[in-house]
């Protein structure tokens, strides 16, 4: 059975709610729970979002948005990025933000979310 993704009119409408619900602390993820839900997903016509918050085992937490649409280029994705996080971030490209490419189509952009660690 396949899951079905939220559909959305545009970048901007749809990284309210999804930034809102990977950046609330109550669905970050951990290593043992790394299985993302549709809930972290989005679609904008062929455009495929996925937003999450990742707490590592030493404690430090990094923001992903991640990007798959069809010829979707790096600099497309930034293009991209910097609307999502739009009102949320400041978004300064190659400063802040990594970027990796992999073999299904898919343009992450990972970046520090919380100070160097948080204490538990």
């Known amino acids: 059975m396949r899951t079905t993704i ?7 409408k749809a990284s309210g709610p999804l930034l809102e619900f990977a950046l609330n602390p ?5 290593s043992d729970k790394r299985r993302v839900t549709s809930d972290y997903y989005r679609r904008v016509e ?5 937003a999450s918050v990742d707490v ?8 992903h ?10 600099m497309q994705g930034a ?10 971030f400041t978004f ?7 970027v990796e490419i992999d073999s299904k189509g898919w343009i992450h952009f990972t970046r ?9």
């Open 65 to 74: 948005v991640s990007f798959r649409g069809p010829n979707l280029t790096p």
């Open 26 to 30: 109550r669905n970050w993820l951990t």
């Open 46 to 50: 062929a455009l495929q979002i996925c």
């Open 92 to 98: 300064i490209p190659n400063m802040e933000w990594v």
């Open 112 to 120: 520090r979310y919380t100070g160097p660690i948080l204490r538990a």
């Open 56 to 63: 590592t085992p030493t404690l430090d937490t990094w923001l």
């Open 6 to 12: 939220s559909q959305s009119e545009s970048i901007e």
């Open 79 to 88: 293009d991209l990025l910097e609307s999502f996080v739009r009102g949320r």
